[in-house]
């Protein structure tokens, strides 16, 4: 028998599943995931249902997504993409049915999989969200996936305390340290996966094998320019029982009977104030955005750069740099940056330089 690992967020914490995994002293048979990709890959808010996939596997209760799955447009996903390339099957969770909804779909993928035991993973530690917390962007997924593994045999890792830019590191630290075991991650379960962060748009789990590869300092992330620090607690995990996470946060077992995302998300809002789809479908509202001439995103670096420094910033996402150079094509402006300043690089993110700052980002080995 396995585990069946479940990915609390979507698909950047599948991936950081996948390289959690050599933790596991058992056999890691598969990954569950949502489809809740960012607008820049999926215009439509919030997640996606089955019906929003063509040529997915349709097993014994549950879809399995493969390389040949296609989202149907105007519809985007990541995870066909992600099916090629990870090394273990790939399951789609459909939460039109609420909690209730995922929960047989997990047990029914767990059972055809041989995995007798849930290991729920959430890069950041928003799993850990409560209504008053000023920095909670996005309670609404993780707290849902979550529910739907109450009843089973689930464990959880909180991966990266802080890297998502929502709840900070020494919040995530305070309320799940008492109840964790800690687990510091080897640099060298992330380098099967580095092929893969460098072209997914996850933030959180790029920071994560970032800090786990020795960078340390101030990384800029999302539209909104959140600072998150690398710290040396950044490439820890933390194993934590499903019941203590959901006495943590009060929107766990509130989620946990729902039959429709609907229901759910109600209840979200009742409990939390708010959700990340709010905010989604407001942001599709607006209008699209024109990709700027490569002259323009080369001449507007420099200026944002000095700006950076003088924030104290080292680092910055991808995502985040063309959300302020107004580039819409995270893919492309990676080429162009790294086609005309090879050393701004990481790998995984983009070294803030300032030519008239002596202080330099710090790359450890």
């Known amino acids: 028998m396995g585990t069946l690992l479940v990915a609390a967020g979507g698909g950047g914490d599948a991936i950081a599943a996948a390289a959690l995994s050599a933790l596991i002293p058992d056999k890691a048979v598969g990954i569950a995931t949502m489809a809740w990709d960012r607008l820049l890959i999926d215009p439509l808010p919030g997640p996606r249902s089955a019906a929003d996939f063509a040529r997915l596997e349709s097993r014994r209760g549950w879809w399995q997504v493969t390389s040949h799955s296609r989202p149907i447009a105007p519809a985007g996903s990541t995870l066909p993409r992600l099916?090629?390339?990870?090394?273990?099957?790939?399951?789609?969770?459909?939460?039109?049915?609420?909690a209730q909804g995922m929960r047989e779909q997990i047990e029914s993928a767990a059972r055809e999989l041989h995995a007798d035991h849930i290991r729920l993973v959430d890069v950041g530690g928003d799993l850990l969200g409560q209504p008053d917390d000023p920095?909670?962007?996005?309670?609404?997924?993780?707290?849902?996936?979550?529910?739907?593994?109450?009843?089973?045999?689930?464990?959880?890792?909180?991966a990266g305390p802080g890297l998502d830019g929502e709840l900070t590191e020494n919040l995530v630290w305070q309320r799940a340290a008492s109840h964790a075991t800690v687990h510091t991650l080897d640099p060298e379960i992330w380098k099967p996966y580095l092929r893969i962060l460098r072209w997914h748009p996850t933030e959180a789990t790029a920071l994560l094998a970032s800090?786990?590869?020795?960078?340390?300092?101030?990384?800029?992330?999302?539209?909104?320019?959140?600072?998150?620090?690398?710290?040396?607690?950044?490439?820890?995990?933390?194993?934590?029982?499903?019941?203590?996470?959901?006495n943590i946060n009060p929107l766990i077992p509130i989620l946990a009977g729902t039959a429709s995302i609907g229901d759910a998300e109600r209840l979200a809002v009742r409990t939390m104030g708010t959700t990340e789809l709010e905010a989604e479908r407001a942001k599709a509202a607006r209008p699209r955005r024109h990709q700027p001439p490569a002259a323009d995103t080369l001449a507007a670096l420099p200026d944002w750069e000095r700006a950076a420094r003088r924030r104290g910033v080292d680092f910055v996402t991808y995502?985040?740099?063309?959300?302020?150079?107004?580039?819409?094509?995270?893919?492309?402006?990676?080429?162009?940056?790294?086609?005309?300043h090879p050393t701004g690089d990481t790998s995984l993110l983009w070294i803030v330089e300032d030519r008239g700052c002596e202080a330099e980002p710090t790359l450890l080995n």
């Open 83 to 98: 099916a090629g390339e990870l090394p273990l099957p790939l399951a789609l969770l459909d939460p039109s049915r609420g």
């Open 135 to 158: 920095g909670l962007r996005s309670p609404f997924a993780d707290a849902l996936t979550a529910a739907s593994c109450l009843s089973l045999p689930a464990e959880v890792w909180v």
């Open 211 to 246: 800090a786990a590869l020795g960078l340390r300092g101030t990384v800029e992330i999302r539209d909104a320019g959140l600072p998150v620090h690398l710290t040396d607690r950044s490439p820890t995990a933390l194993d934590l029982d499903l019941a203590a996470v959901a």
């Open 319 to 340: 995502r985040r740099l063309a959300e302020a150079l107004g580039h819409i094509e995270v893919a492309a402006l990676r080429t162009l940056l790294t086609t005309h």
